[in-house]
């Protein structure tokens, strides 16, 4: 009954680095969904991906900024050339089914830029 | 532009007493409405959800109410208890091929024991 897994909780990146953001969605979950946190702020929508396929990716910097969902293995979150302004909290969620169901979402990745 | 939002940035209660914590939205195509907790250091979890053919719908110690006149979502929370301390966000799902789930920016619960 393992929930959406997320790694590493923390990670710090130099500026010009590259960050890459792993998540494992819930057991039969084949809809992964990115997010954004400042601090104290709401959740802003990134990308949505269905295996192998970007459903949305309008939230989403079109520069330095990509993701995938392979067939195996977790989704990936990759920022290029990371800058200080990417530093943030950065969220997967998933879904068994589509949009209009609940997402259930991991404890995150706080990436600090340096 | 499309948003949500809520009324108060913090609230704070007594324990035992009933919280109700409020949210505006201004999509007035969205038809499906959930309320998350967020607690120091994790990610959202989900709470209770509703959709736009319902004005209520109950939880354990939660019930959500929709008033989809005035675009207005509450969450009530029974018998408040310090677990419940946290940041509650509600989000909306607008219709049609580019929707997404939109967040408020979240009132923090603070229950005074």
């Known amino acids: 009954n393992a929930g959406v897994m997320q790694n590493p909780r923390h990670l710090v990146r130099r500026r010009g680095q590259e960050a890459r953001l792993r998540c494992s969605p819930m057991?039969?979950?084949?809809?992964v969904y990115w997010y954004r946190q400042l601090p104290e702020e709401g959740l802003k929508f990134m990308v949505y991906?269905?295996?192998?396929?970007?459903?949305?990716e309008s939230g989403m910097p079109k520069e330095r900024f990509s993701a995938e969902f392979p067939k195996e293995g977790p989704s990936i979150l990759r920022i290029q050339q990371v800058v200080r302004g990417d530093s943030a909290a950065y969220f997967c969620?998933?879904?068994?089914?589509?949009?209009?169901?609940?997402?259930?979402f991991g404890d995150g990745t706080r990436l600090s830029i340096l | 532009g499309e948003s949500v939002g809520l009324h108060l940035p913090t609230l704070s209660v007594q324990e035992g007493d009933n919280s109700i914590i409020n949210c505006a939205y201004s999509?007035?195509?969205?038809?499906?409405f959930i309320w998350y907790k967020q607690e120091s250091g994790k990610g959202p979890q989900f709470i209770i959800d509703?959709?736009?053919?319902?004005d209520k719908r109950q939880g354990q110690r939660v019930t959500v109410l929709l008033n989809k006149t005035v675009k207005h979502l509450s969450l009530q929370i029974a018998a408040t208890q310090p677990g419940d301390s946290a940041v509650y966000f509600c989000?909306?799902?607008?219709?049609?091929?580019?929707?997404?789930?939109?967040f408020g920016k979240g009132i923090t619960l603070s229950v005074r024991p």
């Open positions: 989000a909306e799902l607008g219709t049609g091929a580019n929707s997404k789930l939109t």
């Open positions: 969620a998933s879904s068994a089914t589509g949009l209009d169901q609940p997402q259930h």
């Open positions: 991906l269905q295996k192998e396929n970007i459903i949305d």
């Open positions: 509703i959709r736009s053919n319902m």
């Open positions: 999509n007035s195509a969205s038809d499906y």
């Open positions: 057991k039969g979950h084949s809809h």
